[in-house]
């Protein structure tokens, strides 16, 4: 079984991959701003309660391992984590991120990749929905189980 997180009253496992990219795919991500990246990330994702699992970054994307507490709105934590991350990065990085970007508004392009993870099946669950309430005439035990 997975980890589980608790929430006032519920327990959930909402995980997700999240992929953004660099305002015009443009590789600004050198090895200093990488790192000040994932320092970064990791804390404010801890500001929003958000548990990281892994974080990837090349030279012009951001890829995301996370687990987002049930009471976060993800275009809100998207939002926020590129706007805060990109307000941060431009301030420390003005000299190197202005050559590329010279209005120097924004380090991120508009929008992002997002997909849920998990270890259940969609045939599992609609398997065990399809069973709920019928007698158990085999003795059969239905249970969720991750294999």
């Known amino acids: ?73 993800i275009p809100m934590v998207i939002q926020k984590l590129k706007g805060k991350t990109s307000f941060q990065l431009r301030k420390e990085f003005s000299a190197e991120l202005k050559k590329a970007y010279w209005n120097g508004k924004s380090l991120w392009a508009v929008g992002y990749f997002i997909a849920t993870v998990g270890e259940v099946t969609h045939e599992l669950i609609k398997n065990y929905v399809e069973k709920q309430g019928q007698v158990d005439i085999d003795s059969e035990c239905i249970e969720l189980r991750r294999e």
């Open 1 to 73: 079984m997975g980890i589980y997180w608790k929430a006032s009253h519920c327990v959930y496992d909402c995980r997700y991959h999240i992929v953004w990219i660099t305002k015009y795919r443009r590789p600004v991500l050198n090895q200093q701003i990488q790192k000040r990246l994932t320092e970064l990330l990791q804390q404010f994702c801890k500001e929003l309660y958000i548990k990281v699992i892994k974080i990837g970054i090349e030279e012009d994307h951001v890829h995301m391992y996370v687990a987002i507490p049930v009471v976060q709105p």
